[in-house]
């Protein structure tokens, strides 16, 4: 959330930073509401100032005389005045820390311009397009054929958008999740984290993604959220807390379930277990000062690089353009699959630096050892990775002709050694 002291010294690079997004925000706008808000407190004051005078200066008034009736009648329309004015004070700031909590985090000055997915700009591709020497069949019906992909039971039990897995893909999922645990809890000193899958609704204003995403989560009857990312509770672990520098930088991953409804994607990739409801996914959080947050991105950037490198998959980076970069982030990296049924990159990772932007909503603060002063604290997240949309991947790139999915080296020790994944094939017998 953006504080308005922060506008007010900066009212260009607000607008130029909304204008890159695409967005309708204008400093302006929230200064003036802002002046309107100090306005009506100064008169609740001197109203106040007035009643304090008033009544010290008929201290002294007999109670019964008419001198005393006017006196309170006096300070009864000053209460009035008082309360009408703290009605439209409460409105105002209802009013503007409710534009406040619509407006998306500012972009560092890097970001391209654009729109769309269109407009971002490609950082580098990594390891060579496979091109197979027979015509690649979509991950689904890889699955299907394999007998261990059940979209028709999902959509019968759960309805469109869920999977079943069975045999040996579910057996891939948590060969997956514990690989990209090991490496980060073991490699890279992660904590890891059982989060709950259900957070409150003031937990999902606070890291931002209400009120602007409301309608993309699964509420409960008695106002809980699925998680849509474990970046949620994950980052609100720090949420109210007064940090200490030295305890920084904090690192967390979480394995989860998540749960999206989609509801901007209708028609778009129906076909398979791209886009889901629920899905699997290892996620990456760090808490850093501001210093440091340019550094932990390209961090976060790497280790999600590194397992897919580990994982010998053709991929690229992105860095996102203004209009595609999300809510909460000041710069996204993108990590995109080479996927050959597609012949194209597809999303498997978002890496994001959130700046200030989550904690100043949470309230979290740091101590600085310099001089002991509160600051906010910089956030970042990153997929490492989409389990489902690693599967693909593996699925797609490590195909044979004869229909079985070849098990990439790094993950064999996590499949008890087999090599090949292959139609009735199980723990016992692939």
Known sequence: MHKVKNIRDNPETFNLSMQKRGVEYCAQDILILDSKLKESTIKIQKLQEKRNILAKDNSHLDKSSKEYAQFV??????KQDSNYLAKKNLHATQELR?????????????????????????IREVGKKNILNFKPKHHLEI???LG????????????????????????LERALANFMLDMHVNEYGYLEIVPPALVSE????????????SADSFQTTDGYRLIPTAEVPLVALVSEQILLEEKLPIRFTAYTPCFRSEAGSAGRDTKGIFRLHQFSKVELVSIVTPEESAHELERTVAIAEKLLQKLKIPYRVSLLCGGDTGFCARKTYDLEVWLPAEKRYREISSCSNCGDFQSIRMGSRYKSLVDGKNYHPHTLNGSALAIGRTMIAIMENYQNADGSVTIPDA????????????KGSSRNNS
């Open 202 to 213: 003031e937990t999902m204003l606070k890291v931002g993604q209400l009120p602007k995403f």
């Open 143 to 145: 699955g299907e054929k």
């Open 148 to 171: 261990m992909i059940d979209i028709k039971s999902s959509a019968r039990i759960s309805g469109s958008r869920f999977v079943f897995l069975s045999n040996s893909l579910a057996r």
């Open 73 to 78: 009648k006096q300070g009864q329309r000053l």
């Open 98 to 122: 409710q534009k406040l909590l619509n407006i998306p985090n500012l972009l560092d000055d890097d970001i391209p311009k654009g729109i769309t997915e269109d407009d971002n700009k490609v």
């Open 411 to 422: 993950l064999r020790s996590y499949m008890d050694n087999k090599e090949v994944i292959k």
